[in-house]
């Protein structure tokens, strides 16, 4: 009994010791240099916003910040609600989260949920998953 307890105190010294030695992980995703410029943008409400130019709009997603700000992805680029200059507005209802008002400047606006596309043309939805579903199974009990 008097080795273990010798032995398991030595063991997580040693641990700690080469936990020490081991490399920094260093940045996970960006240079410190574009960190800052990310944070200035953020202090100084700086947005930017890159025009929509594609004959669909497709809703990738929308995350709203504990701050109530939100921002959404349209054709995979994030834009903040509201913002203007992409040629596109984008409304959220805290009702439906899952939902977003897509307002392009040279058309009416159009409701549209994660995952959906309309074409600017023809004002035609589609779907990600076309018409399919997903079924999700709890996970079986042990």
């Known amino acids: 009994m008097k080795r273990a307890t010798f032995i398991l105190p030595m063991l997580a010294v040693l641990l700690a010791a080469a936990m020490a030695r081991a490399a920094p992980l260093g940045r996970l995703f960006f240079t410190p240099e574009r960190r800052a410029a990310l944070e ?3 202090d100084l409400d700086i947005q930017e916003t890159q025009p929509i ?3 669909t709009v497709t809703l990738d997603g929308i ?3 504990s701050s109530g700000r939100t921002t959404v992805w349209l054709n ?3 834009q903040n609600e509201n913002a203007k200059g992409s040629g596109v507005r984008v409304s959220v209802s805290p009702k439906n989260p899952d939902q977003a008002t897509v307002i392009p400047d040279d058309d009416g606006p159009a ?3 994660v ?3 309309i074409d600017r043309a023809t004002g035609e939805k589609s779907d990600v998953i076309d018409g ?3 079924s999700v199974k709890p996970p ?3």
């Open 40 to 42: 200035r943008q953020r």
């Open 53 to 55: 130019d594609s004959p």
């Open 63 to 65: 995350v709203t910040r």
């Open 76 to 78: 995979g680029r994030p």
């Open 111 to 113: 409701s549209l949920k």
């Open 115 to 117: 995952g959906q596309s």
């Open 132 to 134: 399919g579903t997903v």
């Open 140 to 142: 079986p009990k042990r």
